[in-house]
């Protein structure tokens, strides 16, 4: 059987091979599962396959490593948690089927769907606000019975910041990041800390393309690993994924990224005025300073982003007056 795409030969070809054929082994111990092909490759850390577990149609998480190990298992606590409440009705997660001894392997149900960010440009404009609403939704459910006010702790969010910026390879982005972090530290001041936030169970990677859109539900993928942080990353996160290729469906900016989007989020979880003004703007500019883009990213892409960050810094100079 031929488990190899073409581009997994063709960029790790022996780490391919390796991972096909530790899959093909675990399984001779356990005859409810195949692998038809191996769908993505991080060399020393995991595979993901395409198959079949008790004739339904699924995905094998393989841990190559003993810290990938340790998040599968985690993951899979995670599912286990959301399962009750998120196997049906407008917001889902994938199945669980197994964790195989040892947490080398999870096992998750396929989902069908169309990525949300694929989804939304395919949709007529006027009806994207809509569906972007529906994520909010879907990352309050999520998060749902987890929230708990917890103490501000800024430096390890800021220290994460300055230590990405000096790293941004693009000439047209490194000024307004390095503007955009002078404005990050005076907005963590305004926020002080001796106040509290709210932090959540969350998602860890929450953008557009780790929901799936089908005719009933979005269904969420790549879960984390049920880490606690404030909401505010998880929001941040979608935003300006969205907004850093612009995808702005109510066409007005707010704090950099999509107007509208900012508020159905900030709705979805009630946020209180100092949330709106101050916490969620913090997670979004961490945000956009933290993703360094690839040096051959193209030019359309550096554009919006640099867009993007245009526009949050002259919020962020009304904000913090300074």
């Not at 069908?112 to 609403?133: K, T």
């Amino acid at each position: 059987m031929n488990l190899l795409r073409e581009t997994s030969l063709d960029t790790h070809p022996e780490a391919a091979i390796d991972a096909a054929r530790r899959m093909e082994e675990i399984l001779t111990a356990h005859p409810d599962g195949a692998v038809t092909e191996i769908l993505r490759l991080v060399p020393d850390r995991r595979a993901v396959f395409a198959g079949h577990w008790q004739g339904r149609a699924a995905i094998f998480r393989l841990a190559l490593c003993a810290t990938e190990t340790a998040e599968i298992t985690a993951q899979w606590g995670e599912m286990q948690r959301l399962a009750p409440t998120m196997s049906d009705g407008p917001h889902r997660i994938a199945s669980p089927l197994a964790l195989l001894p040892g947490g080398i392997v999870l096992v998750a149900g396929t989902v069908a769907g169309v990525p949300l960010l694929n989804h939304l440009w395919a949709l007529d404009p006027a009806r994207r606000i809509a569906e972007q609403a529906r994520a909010a939704g879907w990352l309050a459910a999520y998060t749902r019975n987890t929230e708990d006010w917890r103490p501000v702790n800024r430096g390890p969010w800021r220290s994460w910041a300055a230590e990405a910026v000096p790293r941004q390879p693009h000439p047209r982005l490194q000024k307004v990041e390095a503007r955009l972090l002078q404005k990050f530290h005076r907005l963590s001041r305004l926020i002080g800390g001796d106040c509290t936030w709210r932090t959540v169970i969350c998602h860890g990677d929450f953008h557009p393309n780790n929901l799936l859109r089908d005719d009933q539900a979005l269904h969420g993928i790549d879960l984390g690993a049920g880490l606690r942080a404030p909401v505010y990353r998880d929001v941040a996160r979608f935003l300006v994924h969205a907004a850093r290729r612009d995808m702005l469906p109510g066409r007005r900016r707010h704090f950099g990224v999509d107007a509208e989007g900012f508020d159905a989020f900030a709705d979805a979880f009630r946020m209180t005025e100092r949330e709106r003004t101050l916490y969620l703007p913090f997670f979004i500019t961490f945000e956009t300073l933290i993703r360094v883009e690839h040096p051959r990213m193209p030019a359309r892409r550096i554009a919006h982003t640099r867009a993007m960050s245009d526009a949050l810094l002259e919020d962020l100079r009304q904000l913090v007056r300074g």
